[in-house]
């Protein structure tokens, strides 16, 4: 049988947290996922290795906004080395699971959030 | 908070006279109609008067009807049953299928496995607005094709494909044409005889009708191989027991849906152009399948840079019930084949909505969701990567 989505992930799609740009982003993330089509793209700001702030626009069907939201409530406030280790099952559980199929959704945000902090990273080489 | 269901090409509510039909099926005239006794003599009659009214909507004659469990599995016994049948026939002749790249899985994956078992099938492209071609068609016949199996019209974005010369082709050529129906009956006219069609699915739950219910409407002549093997009835085509509540319901249903189809096609072709008129007001929203070839309660649109799976969730969260066909929302990840089969990317699959209407439906409904749509997807694009304006 399909599993439904939980009321946490309904709670995270129809009120997400964290949407939007930030214009002077210290590190931008996109991703696009290969398997369905979504499109992620999260954005940092971060002082002394800590992530002040972070925002996201997703492309994407429930799970990948729901996904989007939780991480990056998650981020906030970490370390940089911190948040890198947050995996997509961190990302699901969060959100009380996902449906099987929509598993491959929080490997997105988990990637897209990598990706920022790469981005912040490269450019702030000492 | 108010329902309003807008998905009737999934299924349909069962019609109130439909039910009172069916409902004596159950516990009076419980007989099996193959009993010699009296109880079983009444459900016999009552399958063979809902034998005529099912192939009067086809314009068939009864003695032409099998009754199946649905859409699906007509259509399985349609073309294997004229596969396995002519292969016995024809020998290594006879292994040629024709079929479009649009069809329903009940057609699409049986032919994939027609493949696997050594026979050839030509899945014919489709134009952007889902035709197929009939110069190709004539063209792809070749001297070892014995099936054309092209649907009726497209449950997804509702193209009526040209039954009238695919069937007259056919005929020309001396192939069988089977055509799955399930979207079209109750909603096109059909007369089996002036389309030439040979074989012809329909489905009950599309109709105002029970679930699992169906027919395969074969024409008299034409001869086919069982797949449910038992007990032997409709001719050895198809045993099990009857479905005696289930075929009442579907004869009363066609019965219904030949009294009302003129009013119908009138009443859902006003809200479904109501629907387009106003939801293409949206900006950077698409019509998806023909303008005119369309079933008259099918509305199927995409809206730029975001996701169907999305937006229907959004549009439940408002209590309204719609479909779509993005590769989120489908069970193997991938973009509807029809969508990507009338050349959209798939991206522009990817924020595909369809609303089916029915005879419930109201001018109201369609009023809210119009009033509610443009805000749905404007917030959904205010979140996606893809929309910067
Ligand atoms: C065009 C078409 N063919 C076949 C079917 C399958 O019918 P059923 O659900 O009765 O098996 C459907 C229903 O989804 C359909 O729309
Ligand atoms: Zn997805």
């Known amino acids: 049988m399909d599993e439904q989505y939980t009321e946490m992930v309904k709670d995270h799609f129809f009120n997400p947290r964290n949407v939007g740009e930030i214009k002077d982003a210290d590190g931008v993330g996109t991703v696009g996922n290969p398997i369905c089509g979504d499109v992620m793209t999260i954005y940092i700001k971060v002082k002394d290795e800590i992530i002040i702030d972070i925002k996201f626009k997703t492309?994407?069907?429930?799970?990948?906004?729901?996904?989007?939201?939780?991480?990056?409530?998650?981020?906030?406030?970490?370390?940089?080395?911190?948040?890198?280790?947050?995996?997509?099952d961190d990302v699901a559980n969060e959100l009380g699971g996902l449906p099987a199929i929509k598993l491959h959704c929080s490997n997105l945000a988990a990637d897209a959030l990598r990706e920022a902090i790469k981005d912040y990273r490269k450019k702030n080489k000492r | 908070m108010e329902r309003i269901y807008m998905d009737y090409g999934a299924s349909t509510p069962v019609d109130k006279e439909v039910i009172e039909e069916m409902m004596p099926y159950f516990d009076k005239f419980y007989g099996?109609?193959?009993?010699?006794?009296?109880?079983?003599?009444?459900a016999f009659d009552a399958v063979e008067e809902s034998r005529k009214k099912i192939a009067d909507i086809i314009c068939a004659n009864e003695d032409e009807m099998v009754f199946t469990s649905g859409g699906t599995e007509s259509d399985n016994l349609a073309i294997k049953g004229i596969a396995f049948r002519n292969k016995k026939k024809r020998g290594s002749k006879g292994t040629h299928i024709i079929t479009s790249a649009i069809e329903h899985p009940g057609v699409l994956t049986t032919c994939k496995y027609m493949e696997k078992i050594g026979f050839n099938v030509k899945y014919l492209p489709v134009d952007k607005h889902g035709l197929i071609d009939i110069k190709e068609l004539e063209d792809a016949i070749s001297k070892d094709t014995f099936l054309i199996t092209i649907m009726f019209a497209n449950n997804e974005i509702g193209t009526i494909e040209p039954m009238e010369k695919i069937g007259k082709i056919a005929k020309e050529h001396d192939v069988i044409f089977h055509t799955d129906a399930v979207q079209a009956v109750g909603k096109v006219p059909i007369d089996v005889n002036k389309l030439n069609i040979d074989l012809l699915a329909l489905s009950s739950h599309k109709i105002y009708g029970p679930k699992g219910a169906g027919a395969l409407y074969v024409r008299n002549g034409v001869k086919l191989q069982t797949i449910v093997h038992g007990g032997g009835l409709e001719k050895g085509l198809r045993s099990s027991t009857y479905n005696t509540p289930g075929v009442v319901g579907l004869g009363k249903a066609c019965e219904l849906g030949k009294i009302r189809i003129k009013k119908d096609m009138v009443y859902l072709k006003n809200l479904r152009d109501m629907l387009i008129k106003d939801i293409l007001k949206i900006e950077e929203s698409y019509l998806n399948g023909h303008p005119e070839k369309r079933l008259v309660n099918n509305a199927h649109f995409r809206f730029t840079a975001i996701e169907g799976e999305s937006l229907n969730l959004m549009l439940d969260g408002k209590g309204i019930a719609a479909a779509t066909g993005s590769a989120c929302s489908s069970?193997?990840?991938?973009?509807?084949?029809?969508?990507?089969a009338i050349g959209l990317k798939p991206e522009e699959a990817h924020g595909s909505l369809r609303l089916t209407l029915g005879r419930m439906n109201?001018?109201?409904?369609?009023?809210?969701?119009v009033e509610v749509l443009p805000e749905i997807v404007q917030n959904l694009r205010n979140m996606s990567p893809l929309w910067n304006r």
């Not at chain 1, 990948?64 to 080395?81: E, H, N, P, Q, R």
């Not at chain 2, 099996?32 to 009444?42: L, M, Q």
């Not at chain 2, 069970?331 to 990507?340: E, I, R």
């Open chain 1, 59 to 88: 492309f994407g069907c429930a799970a990948a906004i729901a996904t989007s939201s939780i991480l990056t409530g998650m981020a906030k406030g970490k370390m940089l080395d911190e948040a890198l280790k947050i995996t997509r």
């Open chain 2, 32 to 42: 099996n109609p193959s009993s010699i006794h009296s109880f079983g003599r009444e």
């Open chain 2, 331 to 340: 069970k193997k990840l991938q973009a509807s084949h029809v969508l990507l």
């Open chain 2, 362 to 369: 109201t001018k109201e409904d369609v009023e809210y969701v």
